[in-house]
């Protein structure tokens, strides 16, 4: 049921003169509030809450009592009433078979200036014969003003005592993304205040960022204080699930706690990305990890991006990958870019089904789109890119894949000028079935027609010919000693060559011919060369 408003605030003497009595006989207690899991409905977790209830004043409430116990060295005291109280309470829960969830209790940065709080909290837990799992701490980054190491050492504590810690009030005044890297906390709170109601601007896109940053550091996120379902959706919508706040329950007495245990499903909170490679995540964003020296430097040009309902977002991109895509682009440009919004319907189709096939196969799967990039520098560009993707991580309904990318632009404008030039030459060629090509003598560049790359998947440039056509089989590798011998011959200035050699994995037999082309001293230049199909009506049968 939902509390009352106090009667009347006490003030500092009247609370410093209560407080012994009040945690003696009972009027500093705990009221519980529920961690929900949007999606399932189930509850997660609880929060422990101080309230303390004056005989006469009535119920006072924490943001008025808890500065003048901080500031009168009665926080202390008054922390471990609280959790006592929870460990007490869990303990009759597990007496009589209520089920149980974790519940957290705050602390105040001065539990640990002067006092071992950490120690009291596990003899408490000790007395009552808790599991560890069902004990939370809440810890704020005000507590890092004492220090990062003293804070860290308390975290630590906890960890080796196998305790689950959770950031408090994450989003407030001192947060940042690097604290989280710094604190190796479990649990990460986000308060929606924060955001105050400005969910579609720049308070959304913060938290959306902090959410997307902390899946990759594998950390759950809560929201706190949700009250709309507006604000439940957008978490949702952002992939946070988890959410405590008077939308689904305010702050309740124990009684009512207990009926909510026993009416609500529960369910454990999980990670937040379950990462198919072995990698310990945090590495991810150690930039001298051995992790990111391979991403950097060991591999081609590489992305990461998350996929859900439909969106593409940037993790990482590689040094070779913004060379790659060309136009100048920064890391900071790219990572800003919605993947999806740069391709055109079609483009957007084939990529979601290589998306989907690679999620659904674990497989490597390839595709071929267009991407409209946008550069300071360059301006608007069509390019062509070919991409590799695999699933590397999932969460929920949230995707993590990886990408190698080539840029294959050059390749199909080839490809397209070739179309249009060698039209009349096109039509001729495919009258006759031949296919033809040019062969540098000096370097070794072969460069095929327009039928060659169409029919044959040929790149519009091949450099150390002919070696890549045997290793494609194009031609049948018995050939190779008469067809090395004609590249010298050709060398040497033969005029002409023609033989009939079975080509491609079929074996269907051409008629290949070379003619030499000469320059003012005589010396060999370029060769073109030729297959016709040799019996027409094979093909048809
Ligand atoms: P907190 O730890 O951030 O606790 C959450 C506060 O948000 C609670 O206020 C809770 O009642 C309130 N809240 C929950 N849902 C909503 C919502 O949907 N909208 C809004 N506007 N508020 C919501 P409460 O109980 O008044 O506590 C205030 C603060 O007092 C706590 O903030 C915490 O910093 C401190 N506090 C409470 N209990 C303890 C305790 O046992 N020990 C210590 N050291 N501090 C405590
Ligand atoms: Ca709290
Ligand atoms: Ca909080």
Known sequence: MAETISNRKMTE?????????????????????PKINHVTGRMIGAEALMRMKHPLYGLQMPSDFIPIFEKNDLVF???????????????????????VVPISVNMSRYDVYNHDYVEQ??????????????????????????????????????????????????????????????????????????????????????????????????????AEGVETNEQADYMKSIGCNYIQGYLYAQPMEEEDFVEKLKILDHEPVNKSMDLIFSIESGRFWDPTSVETLLFNHMVGPACIFTYKD????????????LKEIGMNLTAKEMLNMDLMDSLDDDGKKILTGALKSAID?????????????????????????????????????MYL??????????????????????????????????????????????RPCFRCMRDLGLPAVIENYPDPVFESGLFPADYKDLYYDWMDQLAKGVKSLEAVIPLTADRIPFIVRYTNEFDENGRPLKAYGSATQLIDDMADK
């Open 13 to 33: 003497r009247e609370i410093v003169s209560f407080f012994d009595d009040a945690v003696n006989y009972g009027y500093i207690y705990n009221v519980y509030q």
């Open 77 to 99: 005291s008054a922390d471990l009433t609280v959790c006592e109280n929870v460990c007490k309470f869990l303990r009759k829960c597990l007496d009589v078979g209520v089920p």
């Open 121 to 222: 909290v596990e003899s408490i837990r000790n007395e009552y014969d808790i599991p560890v799992e069902y004990l939370h701490i809440e810890i704020t980054e005000t507590s890092a003003i004492g220090g990062m190491e003293l804070m860290t050492d308390v975290i630590d504590k906890f960890h080796e005592l196998g305790y689950k810690v959770e950031m408090d009030d994450f989003g407030s005044g001192y947060s940042s993304l690097n604290i989280l890297k710094d604190l190796n906390v479990d649990i990460i709170k986000l308060d929606m205040n924060f955001l105050s109601g400005d969910i579609g601007g720049r308070g959304g896109a913060i938290i959306s960022s902090i959410v997307q940053m902390t899946k990759w550091l594998n950390t759950p996120v809560v």
């Open 310 to 321: 439909g969106k593409c977002e940037f993790v990482k991109v590689n040094e070779k990958y």
């Open 361 to 397: 196969s674990g497989n490597e799967v390839s595709c071929e789109v267009w991407r409209r990039v946008c550069s300071k520098i360059c301006g608007e560009e069509k390019v062509l890119i070919r991409s590799s993707i695999r699933m590397i991580g999932r969460a929920d309904d």
């Open 401 to 446: 894949l990886y990408a190698l990318v080539q840029n294959i632009t050059a390749d199909m404008r080839k490809y397209q000028e070739l179309y249009e030039s060698e039209k009349k030459f096109r039509i001729a060629s495919e009258q006759n079935n031949t296919y033809a090509w040019e062969y540098e003598i000096s370097t070794h560049i072969m």
